[in-house]
Structures are given as C-alpha cells and as structure tokens.
C-alpha cells in the first residue's frame, strides 16, 4: 500500500465562523417563514434562535474540523 501524501489545509477561521453563521441565519429565517403555514409555531423559531445564539454550540464543530 502506498501512502498519500497529506498537505497542509489552512483555514480561516473567522471566515468559517461567519459563513456558518450566516448560512444558519438563513436557515432560521426560512424555518420562520414556512412555520407559519400552520405546522410550527412561529415561537419555536424563535426560541431555537435563542437558544443557537448562546455560545459554545459550534465549539465542537470546529475542533472537528481542525482535527
């Protein structure tokens, strides 16, 4: 078996920060707009908001990404 040679990934973090906030921004809004069709209170939306915007949800994330 032949080995892979591994290459060193630098990854701007505050960009991946922000790119994962803002792609959760959008999927919160679209939750809100299409949970008022009847099958998700609108509160739920915005309670999960709450929730995601307390820190330490996406620590893990990131670390499992850095390796």
Known sequence: MTAVPV???RLDV?????QVEAVLEEFLEHKA???A?????????YVL???LAAGGK?????????G
């Open 14 to 18: 505050p960009d991946l920060c922000r």
């Open 7 to 9: 290459t060193e990934v």
């Open 49 to 51: 908001c709450d929730f």
């Open 33 to 35: 707009r299409t949970g």
């Open 37 to 45: 069709d009847g099958r998700m209170p609108t509160e739920v939306v």
């Open 58 to 66: 996406r620590l893990r994330p990131v670390l499992g990404v850095l």
